[in-house]
């Protein structure tokens, strides 16, 4: 379909809370596809949420099958997506499309049970671990108007400016 323009901090649309999806059609499955092109255009990338390229709907796609010893549940087309429950908590390294020039260390739950809608209407359900649980959780957050930058506990001690190789 067509890869899309992925906005930046601090452009205000990244800070919306997004509306439930309420109609399957077409239009949606276009929506996908182009966060799955977006998503897979863009080096690095194992995900993108529909805010940040302007669409304030919830929908998120993830794909973690590029990380190597990286349990995951393969290509996640995630609509109207909610998290029923959480499990432990750990400290890690995150990035995103939307604030390139930076990393941050942000807790977030070690596991999380999450409930989706598919392109369809079909509800799903998956028990996500590790880094997969993390790369839910960010994306997530996107749907409700936060940046992994909203999450630092410490700026001082825990934002990283990105290295750039030549």
């Known amino acids: 379909m067509a890869v899309r323009n992925v906005l930046l901090y601090p452009d205000p649309l990244l800070k919306q809370v997004c509306t439930r999806v309420t109609v ?41 099958s590029s990380k190597a010893n990286v349990q995951h549940h393969g290509l996640l087309r995630l609509v109207n997506p909610e998290i029923l429950s959480r499990e432990g908590t750990v400290k890690g390294r995150e990035g995103c499309l939307s604030v390139p020039h930076y990393t941050g260390n942000v807790w977030r739950a070690a596991s999380v049970h999450l409930r989706a809608q598919d392109e369809c209407g079909q509800w799903r359900e998956w028990v996500c671990e590790g880094f997969e649980a993390r790369a839910v959780q960010h994306e997530l957050d996107h749907l409700d108007g936060f940046l992994f930058l909203d999450r630092i506990v410490s700026p001082r001690q825990d934002l990283f400016r990105r290295k750039v190789y030549q």
């Open 24 to 64: 399957f059609d077409e239009a949606l499955g276009r929506l996908l596809q182009d966060l799955e092109d977006t998503m897979h255009a863009c080096p690095g990338s194992i995900g993108v949420a529909a805010p940040q390229v302007g669409e304030c709907v919830r929908v998120v796609v993830l794909d973690l």
